[in-house]
């Protein structure tokens, strides 16, 4: 028997100061590949054969290179080194890259050959509250746009210096937890933190802070590694097991914001009835209405030992949302982890996660699961664990009753340890020209088939294109779509067509602009005419008081300075 | 042994027409007498003997007047007669005093003695949409002054016309149910609709809409039913089962707004990342931003046959509410009702359910449950069955490990049918001059004990006066507390006086200004301090977007036009 060939996946981390070093995902050092049952299917869908993959192109290797010159004047640069210090400003060609690139899929391609849009036109790194009120007084008097990187993990160019001026990294200094209040069960943190550094620091509160349990934050985006609190917040992130901890709109008590008009801390109380919450209309500002520096965040008990796994198979994805619904509207509690993958990613998941092809996958098509009309179920309940375990059979209950085979949490062990891994795959397939993406919509559970079918087909109707679907929020009023696209082509253009014609059909069909990727300037063409010209009026009226001269994050985020649609050309 | 003396108290409906039929609260011919243990306990604490209750005072049944003439023009009447139907407008000096009268005491005690302040100049019920857009524009064009009345049951002055102008009813055309979508477990409603009416049809929503299950609405505060599901939203109210089902803010999944500048509808998806929510922004505006007129509200299963009742006896209120954050962090789900009073609302409270003297008491007294220390703790829990029996008996288990003692359902059951009935008390000790009060407040746990003894201080410094306080809405992060005051004086401006030294005492010690009653005119001279100047900036740059002249119940309401705290004498 031959030897099978395995691509040359690259296990080299990137060159210092290489382009490689800004698209590449998280760590240097870390890479997932794809397995061989996927690297198979992957030959088979693009019908390629192992000599395609012998040589790799647009790796993006070289050092960074670019003439954009530095649009601030020196005694700018100096009023602002003076404020936040001579080691925290930077107007290195490389460092202004590095923090004016986001995660998109258009800006890794464009990197890796050697194409720099736009940069901001210094770096600063601000060490505390007085610094950021300071540059943004300054920037303000001298209407020098602000920019704010967090984690640094937008896929929507909600980071992308339009219009030049600064960009303030706030995971650099600003990243402490400044106090746990045990008795309100809150974590007082600044907004740079990024996910670990406050998970850990919560998972081991009673030696760190002499609680009496340890907590956990609840909150576990895809990019929770590479992602801030502050960010989370601003983009109304959805973490992994948000159907049971909430959304990040759902879990700020209060927050500290600096703006162009001034510094303010909303209340921490649970709940009140004082007019408009002004805490939650900050929300989903992304950086339009000024910097989020401080945030006092709900926390949970921290009971892995409670924990209670399940899996299903469902003989269709209408079973398997029917159950979902059931489930969602049920009231004993809602899982935390609770995904359900359509027929093509259960297909392309059961290989990814080992099961294909086992003796499980045997019982499974014996028993009428048949491939690409199968549909899997994971997820896990959490909390108190009469609690969890009540969750799990009345799951189990429901699941039985519209034909769902109980496959063990076993599934849902496969998936865990990968849940922030998935994101290293791109670095793999981008270097031999094949492109996976995503994009994401809220559905109420009556459109949820429309909404689905309609983008399905959009995306399939193209040939050669893999489409895979998951719900993984759950609400008793709906639930989220995620697709994560698969396409082989080397013209941007056709790509960045083709990603403008799913937004499209979202929105045509009914689904959100987005459940919890925000949006950026990538959706912003498409959100005065989904929300109405009367709510953009509101927004745009709160982004004039906070910011009369348009400085922070201007040009098309949130569609709020977006004339023409056109925020690629904004300069 | 003589034939105990019971006062003559009221079961004469009020006479057409009469001040009292604006003032008394609820059914004209529903009564709720003190009990004669309540009797007794006000004789002793106002040092008072049956003779003083021989005679009523001030009970307002003489037939309304006043001289306030109408300020519209005939040509503006005219025109908004031709709008809404001339049989749907109205100029009598009764109907505007009527609708210009909400339920706060001094408003009860001020027409008791025939004194009108504010009223409006004409009362209008639309009977649409259309005809709510048609008036608000006519309003605007003309810089005529509206105000919304969906209930009345506004206790801070929400209603007050302060400027004259036009009032709108919603409650009396504005009432229907649009839409149950059972699929997305939603119903959508005119904003006018009154919670039984609601209730009543969620309940049997089976034979009324055909759907699988009947439902709930959820929400239940004291003034259900006489308070109306817009009013709920804009002064972000809260049930009596709030620890559950959540706020009116969290039971909102979308709504139509009719603003001077344009009529809008939110989305109604579950979750969104699609910007700060427009939908969050719009509640608490209390008709200071234009005109509720549609609500998408999330309903729940209708399951009373789950539902499971416990109550316990505390030695202290420390301990009580030391077993209720325990409950509420203990990630078990929630209880439905979930009520904890202190030592002196449970001294009286059991009087009122009839336990005192009782061989409960006596056996709670040979415990070590002293009157005047012991705290009563009472609930029920909802949702799926093994949910509901599984938060009884985590209940159980904390409420013992905190020296709690079981007491069964019963005081809940006691409670449950005098629950939108207490209201009704009221009425009969103004009767006889005895003022009876609340105000309330949101705390975080770590300090809710200093608010509580703060403001119990103030009260109970003044001579005579009874202070009972309970908790009844609870989060992870904190509670509220509910102070209920009873005096006895004839000078109103003592009562007003004392007032606001209740509040200045709430919000001094670290309380928020209100958990769910809002904010009015009554407690607005509060507010800027207490949000913060930054705040109240933003709330006043949406206002003036909405409403650039100022027409929307203007006066006073939430601050927005407040200049010199006399919102009094705004006129």
């Known amino acids: 028997m031959a030897k099978r060939f395995i691509p040359d996946w690259t296990e080299k981390a990137p060159e ?31 019908n390629l054969d192992d000599s395609y993959f012998d040589k790799k192109k647009n790796e993006g290797r070289e050092v960074v290179g670019y003439k954009k010159p530095v649009k601030l004047t020196g005694t700018q640069l100096k009023a602002l080194a003076e404020i936040a210090g001579y080691d925290n400003i930077s107007t290195k060609e490389y460092d202004r890259l590095k923090y004016s690139t986001g995660k998109t899929l258009e800006e890794a391609l464009k990197l890796r050959k050697g194409v720099v849009e736009r940069v901001s036109d210094c770096v600063i790194h601000p060490r505390s509250v007085e610094d950021i009120q300071k540059i943004v007084a300054y920037c303000n008097k001298y209407k020098i746009p602000i920019y ?14 339009s219009k030049g001026g600064v960009t303030l990294v706030l995971s650099t200094h600003m990243n402490k937890i400044l106090a746990l209040n045990e008795t309100n069960q ?3 943190v600044q907004a740079g933190i990024l996910g670990p550094a406050l998970e850990e ?22 990019s929770f590694e590479y992602s801030s609190i502050g960010g989370w917040i601003v983009t109304l992130g959805s973490g992994q097991a948000s159907s049971y901890y909430g959304d990040a709109y759902d879990l700020v008590i209060s927050m500290k914001w600096v703006t162009p008009v001034g510094t303010f801390t909303t209340k921490d ?11 939650d209309i900050m929300k989903g500002s992304e950086g339009t209405f000024g910097v989020l520096v401080e945030v006092t965040w709900k926390i949970y008990r921290y009971m892995p030992e409670n924990r209670r796994r399940f899996g299903f198979i469902f003989k269709t994805f209408e079973d398997a949302v029917n159950a979902s619904r059931e489930i969602s509207q ?4 809602m899982p935390a982890v609770f995904r359900i993958s359509d027929e093509e990613e259960t297909h392309i998941g059961l290989k990814l996660y080992g099961i294909d092809g086992t003796i499980l996958d045997k019982i499974m098509q014996m028993r009428g699961y048949k491939p690409m009309q199968r549909c899997l179920f994971i997820g896990s309940a959490e909390g108190e664990k009469h609690f969890t375990r009540n969750i799990k059979k009345q799951v189990k209950k429901i699941c039985k009753k519209y034909g769902g085979m109980y496959i063990t949490g076993l599934p849902t062990r496969m998936w865990e340890p990968g849940r922030y891994k998935d994101p290293y795959i791109r670095e793999d397939l981008n270097d031999y020209g094949i492109l996976i993406d995503t994009l994401e919509t809220s559905v109420k559970w009556d459109n949820i088939h429309n909404v689905h079918k309609a983008v399905r087909q959009f995306i399939k109707n193209r040939p050669q294109t893999v489409c895979m679907t998951h719900a993984s929020h759950f609400y008793p009023q709906g639930t989220n779509l995620y697709f994560i696209y698969i396409m082989k082509t080397d013209d941007i253009d ?56 348009n400085i922070m994050n201007p040009g098309g ?3 709020l300075d977006l004339k023409d649609k056109n925020w690629r050309n904004i300069k």
Chains 1, 2 share one sequence.
């Open 557 to 559: 985020q949130l569609a």
């Open 16 to 46: 210092p100061y290489s382009y490689r070093s800004i698209f590449k995902w998280g760590d240097p050092h870390t890479f997932k590949h794809p397995n061989p049952k996927l690297y198979d299917e992957l030959k088979q869908i693009f």
């Open 186 to 188: 809150t974590v007082t």
């Open 330 to 333: 049920g009231e004993f509690g």
């Open 494 to 549: 056709e790509y960045i067509k083709f990603q403008d014609g799913i937004i499209d059909t979202i929105a045509k069909s009914g689904g959100s602009l987005s459940h919890h990727h925000g949006v950026g300037r990538m959706i912003a063409p498409w959100l005065e005419e989904h929300i109405g010209k009367e709510q953009m009026a509101v927004l745009r009226a709160i982004k004039k008081h906070f910011d009369p001269h």
């Open 201 to 222: 620091a919560l998972n081991n509160a009673k030696k760190l802070f002499g609680t009496k349990y340890n907590y956990t934050c609840g909150h576990f985006p895809q």
């Open 269 to 279: 109380y649970a709940a009140t009835a004082t007019g408009p919450k002004v805490n």
């Open 148 to 161: 704010v990187y967090g984690g640094g993990s937008s896929v929507n160019f909600g980071l992308r210096p």
